[in-house]
């Protein structure tokens, strides 16, 4: 039972939600659509929900043309960022709800949702009211409602993202471990993030959105390996990847006085207009290095981004220890050369470590 | 706060407050202590009287309070539905959405007696429109004159003056309901009439609660209606509390007893909206 999808578009103002949107979403698969803030991604989950009609373009199902039928019959399950649950009901109530609309035994009920509840662990929890929940707990109730009925297509939408630090950690293992837990096996799963990092822990098959259009598409290895474009490279690491002007010539990269030995993957590239890429976590800390200033210094958990500038050159270096450093401090650091990309002039991936194209 | 002359500030508010709420309630209760009649004005004091005569020796007073339930609670009853209908109706994107919104609240800015006049020109037996339309099947109800219809005709006339003040109420709400738990009902396999039924009604009832007090505390004041379509007739087939209080009062001018009755009327219309606004809360919102 295959998902699919030709040439979603969707443009209600004089801007695309979805611009020829396609994809072939096959049952058993974890995909992942990865795209900062209004790149589409709530919109392509609720065309496929139901709550959206494309402007053009078509979804089938199973064979059958998706966009005909109505959203209650679709058996679709959605998890929202902002955790809906009814206000009315209490925890049992609202697991059940999904259940109540399909004239299904009482006891068969009774039995669902209590699963549901010991898999989101809220056993315990059946007859508390909604606003008695934490957010983190209200979220899991609204997983538990999307998981009790079995649906075909389960859809979650930036689950975690409106959770603090803690939970957010506690709720992407138990994700995992639910989705491992052959959940997949007999549906379709969708799950959207702006965060990388969540994206390569789930390691489904990535759908890398922006302004409607996709960008690129493969699983979570390839997409960090061979970013096909900047803007892939940019959403697809968090800090964004450094981008820098450089040239190369003879064997050798140049940019604010700094000059590298170019390594093999890049010492054959000689055109013009050249971005050098390379992920903060490739940039380290050296006395022997190049000399950097501070500008700005975050401690993030249990690592410290430092931003540098070196001329009109600036950088983002991620350190995996707790550092304290004043604005205007001078750093030395080294490039990990060996593991920068070359984009060319128009953006697309020239060359990567990972053997892409011309590597 | 310890400031010298804070009583001075209130004063305007309470003087106001006593002028028009407490000292009538209990110039009301003293009045029905005395036999002000036209004969005898004045607040002579007979004990009890008055509540002995309306207990042992007044059916009519309790034919037309129980009258007063029925007319009240039917036309509440009817007005909420009729109300929540037209409300939900221009919730929904429909055409012509605010046309409906406005049309609907039409009759709200009608001047209530003007327009009964109105409709007893239309239920007029033998030179009104209804029954001119009505003779196309050969029939000629007695609107006025019937003992049982006149009942209905008041019901018909109510409701048409009150429903668009309940589908205000109910519009409000249902604009202030939170959008999620519909999407969410969408997805979860409700079909539009469950989700009627298991979302909007119960998410609408604290408001609904409110609107029916609201309501039957107006309704139960029902008098202009039935002063000019029917004046309480025919016989007293059509009279409420209020109206027969009126009559007793102002009509015959026994001061004394129709304050004994306000008093009584007042008491049981407390007790009684209490259980109501009890029993809704219990039913609606299962707490």
Do not use: C
């Not at chain 1, 249990?302 to 304290?324: F, M, P």
């Amino acid at each position: 039972m295959d998902l699919v999808a030709n040439n979603l578009s969707y443009k209600p103002g004089d801007q695309y939600h979805l611009n020829e949107v396609s994809f072939n979403f096959k049952e058993g698969n974890l995909y992942t659509i990865l795209g900062r803030t209004l790149s589409g991604k709530t919109t392509l989950l609720k065309t496929i929900a139901g709550l959206l009609t494309p402007d053009n373009g078509e979804i089938e199902f199973d064979g059958k043309n998706f966009l005909k039928i109505p959203v209650w019959e679709r058996n679709v399950a959605m998890v929202y960022q902002q955790f809906i649950n009814y206000p009315h009901l209490n925890v049992f109530e609202n697991i059940a709800f999904p259940l109540k609309q399909r004239k299904i035994n009482q006891s068969i009920i009774n039995e669902k949702v209590m699963d549901a509840l010991k898999s989101v662990g809220l056993l315990g929890y059946e007859n508390r009211r909604i606003q008695e929940l934490s957010g983190g707990q209200q979220q899991r109730v609204s997983l538990a409602r999307s998981l009790v009925k079995n649906a075909k297509i389960l859809l979650l939408d930036e689950p975690l993202v409106n959770l603090d630090y803690k939970l957010r950690e506690q709720l992407r293992e138990e994700f995992k471990n639910l989705f491992s837990k052959g959940l997949a096996d007999k549906s379709i799963l969708i799950y959207s993030t702006t965060d990388p990092r969540e994206t390569m822990e789930l390691n489904g098959e990535v759908i890398v959105l922006d302004e409607g259009k996709v960008l690129q598409v493969g699983t979570a290895k390839e997409i960090f390996e061979n970013p096909n474009s900047l803007k892939v490279a940019e959403i697809s690491n968090d800090p964004p990847m450094n981008i820098i002007e450089a040239k190369i010539s003879d064997n050798h990269i140049r940019f604010e006085g700094i000059d590298l030995e170019a390594p093999q993957h890049l010492s054959k590239l000689t055109e013009d207009g050249l971005k050098i890429g390379l992920r903060s976590s490739d940039i380290e800390l050296n006395e022997n290095g190049h000399e950097f200033e501070v500008e700005l210094a975050e401690i993030s958990g249990s690592e410290t981004l430092l931003h540098l500038k070196r001329g009109d050159t600036k950088i983002i270096v991620s350190i995996e220890e707790v550092l304290n450093f004043k604005i205007h401090d001078k750093v030395k650091i080294n490039f990990k050369v060996d593991r920068a990309y070359a984009f060319n002039a128009n953006g697309k991936l020239a060359s990567s470590p990972f053997g892409g194209l011309n590597g | 706060m310890n400031f010298k002359h804070k009583y001075f500030f209130l004063f305007p508010g309470l003087f106001v407050l006593i002028g028009i709420l407490i000292f009538p309630i209990i110039f009301v209760v003293r009045l029905s202590l005395s036999g002000w009649n036209s004969y005898n004005p004045g607040l002579d004091y007979i004990g009890l009287e008055n509540y002995i005569r309306l207990f042992t020796d007044d059916p009519r007073f309790w034919e037309s309070f129980f009258r007063l339930s029925f007319l009240s609670v039917t036309t509440v009853i009817l007005q909420y539905v009729i109300g929540f209908a037209l409300a939900h109706m221009v919730w929904k994107d429909i055409k012509f959405k605010r046309f409906f919104r406005v049309l609907f609240l039409v009759p709200m800015m009608t001047t209530p007696v003007i327009m009964t006049v109105i409709w007893r020109t239309f239920f007029h037996e033998s030179l009104g429109p209804v029954n001119d339309m009505l003779s196309v099947f050969g029939v000629a109800p007695k609107w006025l004159t019937d003992p049982v219809i006149a009942k209905f005709t008041v019901i018909i006339v109510e409701v048409w003056q009150w429903t668009p003040f309940m589908f205000l109420l109910l519009l409000a709400g249902l604009l202030s309901l939170p959008k999620e738990p519909f999407l969410a009902a969408a997805i979860d396999g409700a079909s539009p009439v469950r989700k009627f039924i298991y979302v909007t009604f119960p998410l609408m009832a604290p408001i609904s609660i409110g609107a029916i007090i609201i309501r039957l505390i107006e309704a139960s004041k029902i008098m202009d209606t039935v002063y000019v379509l029917t004046s309480g007739g025919p016989g007293t087939s059509t009279e409420t509390s209020s109206f027969y209080i009126f009559i007793k009062g102002l009509r015959e001018f026994q001061m004394g007893y129709a304050a004994s009755m306000s008093f009584t009327y007042l008491i049981i219309m407390i007790i009684s909206l209490t259980i109501i606004a009890k029993v809704l809360t219990k039913v609606l919102l299962k707490e």
